[in-house]
Nanobody, 128 residues
Framework: VQLQASGGGLVQTGGSLRLSCVLS????????MGWFRQAPGKERDLKNR?????????????YYADSVKGRFTISRDDAKNTVYLQMNSLKPEDTAVYYC?????????????????WGRGTLVTVSS
């Protein structure tokens, strides 16, 4: 089972980016997906990953961290085995490595430890 994230880059404050994450080796449409982020300089560890957004197996329920609510949108395309994170009105404090994750359940959770498969991460840098 693998996750491959892409779409990160450098953007100015107020700009937008769309992250994509493709899942292979697991029935994508059966599982919830999430996005997390880790600020630069922090040890690469699950405990340092901050919940950003999650979506249930049907796409009918989505959840967001308060810090991104109203600016970020998570969505999924089961035909492409892909989950997206549309990020608008970006701020310097959104700078982080963004990770997508899959959990063996239809329902979402906010804790990193509830997800069993992780992508490598994609860096988002927001300049002021």
């Amino acid at each position: 089972v693998q996750l491959q994230a892409s779409g990160g880059g450098l953007v100015q404050t107020g700009g937008s980016l769309r992250l994509s994450c493709v899942l292979s080796g697991r029935a994508f449409s059966s599982y919830a997906m999430g996005w997390f982020r880790q600020a630069p300089g922090k040890e690469r560890d699950l405990k340092n990953r901050e919940f950003v957004a999650a979506i249930n197996w049907t796409g009918g329920s989505t959840y967001y961290a308060d810090s991104v609510k109203g600016r970020f949108t998570i969505s999924r395309d089961d035909a492409k085995n892909t989950v997206y994170l549309q990020m608008n009105s970006l701020k310097p404090e959104d700078t982080a490595v963004y990770y997508c994750a899959s959990r063996r359940s239809r329902w979402v959770e906010r804790k990193p430890s509830d997800y069993d498969v992780w992508g490598r991460g994609t860096l988002v840098t927001v300049s002021s």
